[in-house]
């Protein structure tokens, strides 16, 4: 970038006359030094190579390119290749603005570090870094192809993406490391936080490509709505998707968690859809570790998977599929839990006064089973009858959480057990 010729020192030492150029070997940029104040000094430190300090406030470009500078004093090392830059740093390109305490150029790879109250703004997109160090690798034909931007020591970043319109919503990023590669890939690293006004996102590490729409929590991961919304995802790996820059999808991989204000559904893997940053429909499934299950304030359905449907984030109704069964307690161990079972159950929910979910009947289809417990109209405060029932298909309809009828389709038999009561006198 700066060329090695002595007669660079010796014009930058005594303070040169705008429009004074560096022309020595082939590079991206020839230093163009527009103005300079103050005195400076230069060193031969042999085989030609000089190392110059000047203060009072330096000025330059580079010849062609609308790439621009400013300190108060600089440090250029000829042997090391290296342009160092003290105080009141001012640095644009065609592609960021940067301000910083300090910063040095490393002329050779096109890299610039700076340090101390460090802020870029990238012109494109208008994503924002602040933070106290960052390193910026310039894009050069013949030395790299796109950007790259690493960032330490907890930055926090205004994410943008080209596509976004004028005003949109930023996404702040904070971890321990960052990396940005052009306008629309970040990776980050060390508790990592996102957030906007629809979401808040944590992990120990993310990607996020604005691009395809696509993002990746790792480790620890959880993903939760605005506070509208109320639901949490959360698991070993979350993977999300965006379109127009708004939540569409959601997935959770690795005792996986999805929770609402009325209902929770657990399993190896579970995914959403999300809309009007509302969680919709979605499924669970795998058991590697746990059944996958779904509990609402009054059941739990367990099957080898689940498909939920939840407009506008009310849970309307839940297919269990493979050894599923549905029972009237939250606490699928209570073993005195009424129960329908089958290769298949169907929970279907209807909308209670407060505008969430109430039960309102259970369809078991195949290898159909069910245990309910039945209160005598002559003894309704005393111990129930046990009733166990077999058939191709059971339906049981409920009100107000109660079950009220049992239907029977097919070959079916049974089994009544009157409870032992005590006589009256």
Same mark, same amino acid.
């Given at each position: 970038?700066?060329?090695?010729?002595?007669?660079?020192?010796?014009?930058?030492?005594?303070g040169v006359?705008?429009?004074?150029?560096?022309?020595? &070997?082939p590079? +991206?940029?020839f230093?163009?030094v527009?103005?300079?104040g103050g005195?400076?000094?230069?060193?031969d430190v042999?085989g030609?190579y000089y190392?110059?300090f000047q203060?009072?406030?330096i000025?330059a470009?580079?010849r062609?390119?609308d790439?621009?500078w400013?300190?108060d004093?600089?440090?250029?090392y000829?042997d090391?290749?290296?342009?160092?830059?003290?105080?009141?740093?001012?640095f644009? *390109?065609?592609?960021v603005e940067l301000t910083?305490?300090?910063?040095a150029y490393?002329?050779s790879?096109?890299r610039?570090d700076a340090?101390?109250n460090a802020?870029l703004?990238?012109r494109?997109t208008?994503?924002?870094?602040?933070?106290?160090?960052?390193?910026?690798?310039?894009r050069?034909?013949g030395?790299r192809?796109?950007?790259?931007?690493?960032?330490?020591r907890?930055?926090?970043?205004e994410?943008?993406?080209?596509r976004?319109t004028?005003?949109?919503?930023?996404?702040?990023?904070?971890?321990d490391?960052?990396?940005?590669?052009?306008n629309s890939?970040?990776s !980050?690293?060390?508790?990592?936080?996102i957030?906007?006004?629809?979401?808040?996102a944590?992990?120990d590490?993310?990607?996020? *490509?604005t691009?395809v729409?696509a993002?990746?929590?790792?480790?620890?991961?959880q993903i939760t709505g605005?506070?509208?919304?109320g639901y949490? #995802? /959360?698991?070993? *790996?979350?993977?999300?998707?965006?379109v #127009?820059?708004?939540?569409?999808?959601v997935?959770?991989?690795? %005792?996986?968690?999805a929770v609402?204000a009325?209902w929770?559904v657990? +399993? *190896?893997?579970v995914?959403?859809d999300?809309r009007?940053d509302r969680?919709? /429909?979605?499924?669970?499934?795998?058991v %590697?570790?746990?059944?996958?299950r779904?509990?609402?304030t009054?059941?739990?359905?367990?099957a080898?998977?689940?498909a939920i449907? &939840?407009?506008?984030?009310?849970?309307?109704?839940v297919r269990?599929?493979?050894?599923a069964?549905?029972?009237s307690?939250r606490?699928?161990?209570?073993?005195?839990a009424?129960w329908v079972?089958g290769?298949t159950?169907?929970? +279907?929910f209807g909308?209670?006064?407060d505008?969430?979910?109430?039960?309102?009947g259970?369809?078991?289809?195949?290898r159909a089973?069910?245990?309910y417990r039945i209160y005598?109209?002559t &003894?309704?405060?005393g111990p129930?009858?046990?009733?166990?029932?077999r058939?191709d298909?059971?339906?049981?309809?409920?009100?107000?959480n109660?079950l009220v009828?049992?239907?029977?389709?097919?070959?079916?038999?049974?089994?009544y057990l009157e !409870?032992?009561r005590?006589?009256q006198?």
């Open positions: 970038m700066i060329g090695r010729r002595v007669c660079l020192a010796a014009v930058v030492a005594a006359l705008p429009g004074a150029a560096v022309a020595q &070997a590079r +991206a940029c230093v163009v527009d103005r300079t005195q400076g000094r230069q060193v042999g030609g190392r110059v203060g009072g406030g000025w470009h580079c062609g390119q790439t621009r400013y300190s004093s600089v440090a250029w000829q090391f290749d290296r342009f160092d830059m003290i105080g009141n740093v001012r644009e *390109d065609a592609t910083s305490e300090r910063a490393f002329l790879d096109e610039l340090n101390g802020h703004r990238n494109a208008g994503s924002v870094l602040r933070g106290p160090t960052l390193t910026y690798y310039r050069v034909a030395i192809d796109t950007t790259l931007l690493t960032a330490v907890r930055p926090t970043i994410y943008r993406s080209e976004d004028a005003g949109a919503e930023p996404y702040i990023i904070i971890a490391r960052v990396q940005f590669r052009g890939a970040a !980050a690293w060390g508790t990592v936080t957030d906007r006004s629809d979401f808040h944590v992990s590490s993310a990607t996020l *490509d691009e729409g993002g990746r929590l790792m480790s620890r991961a605005g506070d509208s919304a949490t #995802l /959360a698991g070993r *790996d979350v993977q999300f998707r965006l #127009l820059q708004s939540l569409t999808w997935r959770a991989e690795g %005792d996986a968690s609402s009325e929770q657990t +399993a *190896d893997t995914a959403f999300v009007d969680i919709q /429909a979605g499924q669970a499934w795998g %590697d570790s746990v059944q996958p779904a509990t609402s009054s059941n739990t359905i367990t080898d998977s689940l449907d &939840a407009p506008g984030q009310v849970l309307r109704e269990g599929i493979g050894d069964r549905a029972m307690l606490d699928s161990l209570d073993t005195d009424d079972a290769d159950v169907v929970a +279907a909308a209670a006064d505008g969430g979910s109430l039960l309102g259970i369809v078991a289809v195949g089973r069910a245990r005598p109209e &003894a309704p405060e129930p009858d046990l009733s166990y029932s058939g298909r059971i339906t049981a309809l409920f009100a107000d109660q009828r049992v239907d029977i389709v097919g070959a079916s038999d049974g089994v !409870a032992q005590r006589r006198p």
